[in-house]
């Protein structure tokens, strides 16, 4: 009988760490802070796991966090947001509900199955040492249920089909779809477990959480557009006319500024479907200075697949 790590296609051995993704957080702090990283000796594992997802269970920032408990938001539940921003204006919170709205409308997948994958192709640059790095394709599989072996494809770092094997036994803080099916569905539920994931994993910032979970996973309907409108609660969000992804796509951004960077989750004008992110400097750092773009990313196709490796 195969054993719930068993890869499910062959492939080369993984790095020494499993590479499941560490979060946007430690994402982008990696990709700035490159100097740090050579001169801490980091292997090729952390490398590989910097630009994936943010989903990787009871380890670092970006994690989601247990079941939430219903019907009582937190006692802080801006975290450390800056006490001086303000609550999102009207418009704001029209647009959030206009994409919450075509979130729920949309279509559902059909009668998925424990051992497929959901897979997401995007166009990405992150910025390194030299700079932002050339956009480039990545695609990338993971497990359904969290049980089967994911796959990450990016040969532009020299990782050609890295295996991505499970963490078992799973908990409830993993972020497979089935779990994310058991989110929240109401967004006065789902703005008490953004808070309790900021609080946990993301320095008290939700808006960081809203960003991890739209980028490189799977919602089911219900679940997305209560995300959406519990994003209209955090103080400081604004909404961005005119934003352009990776690919070049015009549309509305939701943005957020914190600590010296605005990040920009952009969504298109007429279906409100997530198109991409962008993060650039509101001031100088020591890695890049104000006005540089430090990510840049495109969402292209997002479909659940039998077999990771496999193409819709």
Avoid: C
Avoid at 32 to 41: K, N
Avoid at 89 to 103: F, H, Y
Avoid at 146 to 154: D, N, P, Q, S
Avoid at 261 to 271: G, N
């Amino acid at each position: 009988m195969k054993s719930e790590a068993e890869p499910d296609f062959p492939t080369s051995p993984s790095p020494s760490e499993r590479d499941l993704p560490p979060g946007r957080h430690l994402l982008l702090k990696e990709h700035l802070m490159t100097e740090i990283r050579q001169s801490e000796t980091q292997t090729d594992t952390v490398t590989a796991r910097r630009r994936t997802a943010w989903l990787r269970p009871a380890l670092v920032a970006g994690a989601v966090a247990a079941a939430v408990a219903a019907g009582v938001l937190v006692a802080s539940p801006f975290g450390s947001e800056p006490a001086e921003a303000g609550p999102p204006s009207k418009e704001t919170v029209r647009m959030l509900e206009d994409i919450a709205d075509a979130a729920r409308r949309s279509p559902a997948p059909k009668n998925v199955r424990d051992d497929q994958f959901v897979y997401i192709k995007s166009k990405v640059a992150y910025s390194s040492d030299e700079g932002l790095d050339p956009l480039h394709r990545r695609e990338i599989w993971m497990s359904v249920d969290g049980r089967h072996t994911g796959l990450l494809h990016e040969p532009v770092n020299d990782h050609d089909n890295v295996r991505m094997e499970p963490e078992l036994p799973l908990s409830d803080s993993d972020g497979n779809y089935r779990n994310l099916e058991k989110l929240p569905t109401d967004p006065v539920n789902m703005f008490d477990w953004l808070n309790k994931v900021a609080d946990r994993d993301s320095n008290g910032k939700p808006f960081v959480v809203v960003g991890d979970i739209t980028r490189e996973a799977l919602m089911p309907p219900e679940q997305a557009a209560a995300l959406y409108l519990a994003a209209a609660k955090i103080p400081g969000v604004k909404l961005d006319d005119d934003a352009v992804d990776a690919a070049g796509r015009h549309g509305v951004a939701i943005a957020h500024e914190d600590d010296g960077e605005r990040t920009e989750l952009i969504f298109d004008k007429k279906t409100k479907a997530y198109l991409g992110e962008r993060t650039v400097l509101t001031e100088d750092k020591p890695y890049a200075e104000k006005g540089d773009v430090v990510a840049d990313t495109a969402v292209l196709e997002r479909k659940v697949v039998d077999k990771a490796g496999e193409r819709p």
